[in-house]
């Protein structure tokens, strides 16, 4: 138990942020009007972007089925699996 006595000062430390900070961050200061942030937004929002911005929808992604197809090279008629030569494993 005495080994955790180098921890003391930490957590006191940590305590005391808390507290000043929750004081600090309470309700009443620097409120901002209801209708005052509305009108704020508002503005912003008619506002026509700086030239060389772009509304553009994101692109869709192309979904992997995860199984990999590979193109058939060469297979011209009578090659490949729909008829011809039969191919067998060695």
Known sequence: MEILLWLVPSVVVTAVAMLWVS???????GEVDRDVAAQRLGRALAKDLPA?????????????????????????PGEGSH???????S
């Not at 004081?23 to 200061?29: A, F, I, L, M, Q």
């Open 23 to 29: 004081w600090v961050s309470r309700d009443g200061r």
């Open 52 to 76: 060389g911005t772009r509304r553009t929808p994101p692109q869709a992604r192309d979904r992997s089925t995860g199984i990999a197809v590979r193109p058939s090279h060469g297979a011209g």
């Open 83 to 89: 008829g011809g030569a039969t191919r067998r494993a």
